[in-house]
C-alpha cells in the first residue's frame, strides 16, 4: 500500500517563505501531487511532479526526490489567504496511475 | 456554473436509514471518484469509476454502494447510515493528473 507523512500544522508570518514536507511510501511511484483547501471549501489543484527537481508556478514551487521518496511544497511572499490545509498525494502505477493517495494534511496559519 | 456539483449540500439524517448523495459533472470527463473526509485523516477513497461500465472499490467501501447512471453522473448510497459515516463527501473527476472536486456534501447521522 501507500503512506504519506506531512506535518500537522505549520505557522508563518505574512511576506515569509514557507515549506511544507511530505515523505511517501509506495509500492509503485507515479508522481505526487499537491492540493490546498480552505475552511469549508473543495480540495483544488496546485502542482503534481513526475520527475525529480523544481515546479515554479508563481508564489508556490513544488519539487520531488524520487530517490528520497520525499517532495516538498514552497510558498513565497505569504499571504494571509494562503492560510488554508495543504495535502501531498501519490499517484502510484497502480490502475494506470488513475488513483490518488492523500496524506493528512498541513494546517498552514498566516499571521499579520 | 460550477463543473462538479453535489446534491444536497449537507444533510442529517438517523441510524439506519438509506441515503443517496448525487453528484453530477459538465466537464466531460471519464473518471469519477467518491471520497470521505474526516479531520485530520484527509480524503479517503470510496469508489471510483473509469466510465459507465467500470465500477471499482476504494479503500474503504464497505457500507457503501455507487451508480454511474452516465458520464456525467455518479451516486453514493449509504445503505443503512451509521454515526460513523458522519463526514464530509466528496466527488470529483480527472483528467491526466489533476481531480477536480465538487463542493461537498456534509453528512450527519444521528
Known amino acids: 500500500g501507500q503512506s504519506l507523512e506531512q506535518p500537522s500544522e505549520v505557522t508563518a508570518v505574512e511576506g515569509a517563505i514557507v515549506q511544507i514536507n511530505c515523505t511517501y511510501q509506495?509500492?509503485?511511484?507515479?508522481?505526487l501531487s499537491w492540493y490546498q483547501q480552505h475552511d469549508g471549501g473543495a480540495p483544488t489543484f496546485l502542482s503534481y511532479n513526475a520527475l525529480d527537481g523544481l515546479e515554479e508556478t508563481g508564489r508556490f514551487s513544488s519539487f520531488l526526490s524520487r530517490s528520497d521518496s520525499y517532495g516538498y511544497l514552497l510558498l513565497q511572499e505569504l499571504q494571509m489567504k494562503d492560510s488554508a490545509s495543504y495535502f501531498c498525494?501519490?499517484?502510484?502505477?497502480?490502475?494506470?496511475?488513475?488513483?490518488?493517495?492523500f496524506g493528512g494534511g498541513t494546517r498552514l496559519m498566516v499571521k499579520p | 456554473d460550477a463543473d462538479v456539483t453535489q446534491t444536497p449540500r449537507n444533510r442529517i439524517t438517523k441510524t439506519g436509514k438509506r441515503i443517496m448523495l448525487e453528484c453530477s459533472q459538465t466537464?466531460?470527463?471519464?473518471?469519477m471518484y467518491w471520497y470521505r473526509q474526516d479531520p485530520g485523516l484527509g480524503l479517503r477513497l470510496i469508489y471510483y469509476?473509469?466510465?459507465?461500465?467500470?465500477?471499482n472499490k476504494g479503500e474503504i467501501s464497505d457500507g457503501y454502494s455507487v451508480s454511474r447512471q452516465a458520464q456525467a453522473k455518479f451516486s453514493l448510497s449509504l445503505e443503512s447510515a451509521i454515526p460513523n459515516q458522519t463526514a464530509l463527501y466528496f466527488c470529483?473527476?480527472?483528467?491526466?493528473?489533476?481531480?477536480?472536486f465538487g463542493p461537498g456534501t456534509r453528512l450527519l447521522v444521528l
Open positions: 509506495t509500492s509503485g511511484f507515479y508522481g
Open positions: 470529483a473527476t480527472a483528467r491526466e493528473e489533476t481531480q477536480y
Open positions: 469509476s473509469f466510465d459507465v461500465k467500470d465500477i
Open positions: 466537464k466531460g470527463h471519464d473518471r
Open positions: 498525494a501519490v499517484r502510484d502505477r497502480s490502475n494506470a496511475g488513475n488513483m490518488l493517495t
